[in-house]
């Protein structure tokens, strides 16, 4: 897809904000069709899928936000001249084609679209058939946009494929694609990965990890447990392991609280051996393989450790590498669990909940990235674009 300028971007994200606040309506009613055929079994997900008022006034606000931030095509990284008289400049480009995959939300529809664009990228989008009825008016808005200000609707589009045509489209697309971002469990990545056949950027699954440290304000433990386990339990930076050290004093008493606390929320307790000990009435860990597992519900394991070398290590091993947190009033022991985490984001006496684009400062997001490659964190629209190096010479070759 060709450069635009500047302008000519902002242009359509101001005509988009004008067309989905005129649609409300009818995005809410569209979004109706497919919550009354929804098997309301797996929660999570249908409040993921959930459009009203609020959320539609959300969407307006991420194509403001996106609108108003800097172009981030263009911008110089580097640039120098060598001893050579070569002239080398490094700065940002698009990636170009960027297909993402997602399963319920159709605000990704919105924020997805609108970052790829602003980046001067081309963007497929690959919602689930749950939101088909939502995320079709929405296209059909992001299309009305795009015509308004003289540009193709190939710019944003949704693709109607059934999994066995995504299978077959994502071995042999019909066109190039530079970048796959699968949103979703890992299932679905499993899926993408194994038959993609270009870059695949992991939004992984979240399986967030909080360390009680011996030299924690137990006060403010709970509070942040508390936020980070039921504030959204559809989100992927909802909180679902908690250790606590051994070593902290009142030990036994805290874990009784901490029990009737969450009990008092509506939290499900699964707990190891050694807390089992204490709250005996709490169901045990089944297997290695729930400390894998990202609950997506009012559900929460915990369990005993024996100093922060054994919390480090457990984190490591198991989580999802989303995000992890300490709770300690002591900055030496913070700073050495924060540097040795294999997380996108660590915490220090703060809730996982933070792991948001918006509360980051970074702004609307594709993403929650947990690869390293080529970046980690919330993807924004800094983040939607590559580089490329321009080199400039005067009959320069190389002996």
């Known amino acids: 897809?060709?450069?635009?300028?500047?302008?000519?971007?902002?242009?359509?994200?101001?005509?988009?904000?004008?067309?989905?606040?005129?649609?409300?309506?009818?995005?809410?009613?569209?979004?109706?069709?497919?919550?009354?055929?929804?098997?309301?079994?797996?929660?999570?997900?249908?409040?993921?899928?959930?459009?009203?008022?609020?959320?539609?006034?959300?969407?307006?606000?991420?194509?403001?936000?996106?609108?108003?931030?800097?172009?981030?095509?263009?911008?110089?990284?580097?640039?120098m001249t060598l001893d050579t008289g070569l002239q080398?400049?490094?700065?940002?480009?698009?990636?170009?084609?960027?297909?993402?995959?997602?399963?319920?939300?159709?605000?990704?529809?919105?924020?997805?679209?609108?970052?790829?664009?602003?980046?001067?990228?081309?963007?497929?989008?690959?919602?689930?058939?749950?939101?088909i009825n939502s995320n079709l008016i929405l296209e059909k808005c992001w299309h009305e946009a795009l015509e308004e200000n003289g540009l193709s609707k190939d710019w944003i589009k949704l693709l109607h494929l059934k999994r066995e045509e995504t299978q077959e489209y994502l071995r042999n697309p019909t066109e190039k694609i530079d970048l796959i971002v699968p949103r979703g469990g890992e299932r679905l990545i499993k899926f993408v990965k194994d038959h993609a056949t270009c870059a695949v950027l992991i939004s992984g699954r979240g399986n967030n990890f909080l360390y009680v440290s011996k030299q924690a304000d137990w006060e403010k433990a709970v509070k942040v447990i508390i936020n980070a386990k039921t504030d959204k339990i559809s989100g992927c930076n909802a909180l679902d392991k908690v250790l606590i050290d051994k070593n902290i004093s009142g030990y036994d008493q805290k874990v009784k609280e901490l029990q009737k606390t969450l009990e008092h929320v509506g939290v499900e307790l699964v707990v190891d051996k050694k807390i089992g000990?204490?709250?005996?009435?709490?169901?045990?860990?089944?297997?290695?393989?729930?400390?894998?597992?990202?609950?997506?519900?009012?559900?929460?394991?915990?369990?005993?450790?024996?100093?922060?070398?054994?919390?480090?290590?457990?984190?490591?091993?198991?989580?999802?590498?989303?995000?992890?947190?300490?709770?300690?009033?002591d900055k030496n022991e913070a700073a050495k669990f924060m540097q040795q985490i294999d997380s996108a984001a660590v915490y220090h006496n703060a809730s996982t909940r933070f792991t948001d684009g918006g509360q980051m400062g970074v702004g609307a997001e594709l993403a929650i990235s947990t690869d390293k490659l080529h970046h980690r964190g919330p993807l924004g629209l800094k983040q939607l674009v590559t580089n490329k190096y321009y080199v400039f010479g005067d009959g320069h070759i190389r002996v």
């Open 1 to 79: 897809m060709k450069l635009l300028h500047t302008d000519k971007k902002n242009n359509v994200l101001t005509s988009m904000i004008k067309i989905i606040d005129r649609e409300r309506d009818n995005i809410i009613k569209a979004n109706k069709q497919d919550l009354d055929a929804f098997n309301r079994e797996d929660q999570a997900l249908y409040d993921r899928l959930v459009v009203n008022t609020a959320k539609v006034d959300g969407m307006i606000q991420a194509i403001k936000e996106v609108r108003d931030q800097e172009d981030p095509v263009g911008v110089t990284i580097s640039d």
């Open 88 to 131: 080398i400049t490094n700065k940002t480009a698009p990636f170009g084609t960027i297909m993402i995959i997602y399963e319920s939300r159709p605000d990704v529809t919105i924020e997805a679209a609108v970052l790829a664009f602003k980046a001067n990228n081309k963007i497929l989008l690959k919602g689930g058939k749950e939101a």
């Open 277 to 329: 000990a204490i709250l005996t009435n709490e169901d045990q860990i089944p297997n290695e393989d729930t400390w894998y597992e990202e609950f997506l519900a009012m559900k929460i394991l915990v369990a005993e450790v024996d100093g922060l070398d054994q919390a480090i290590n457990m984190i490591n091993k198991y989580s999802g590498g989303h995000s992890s947190v300490i709770i300690t009033e």
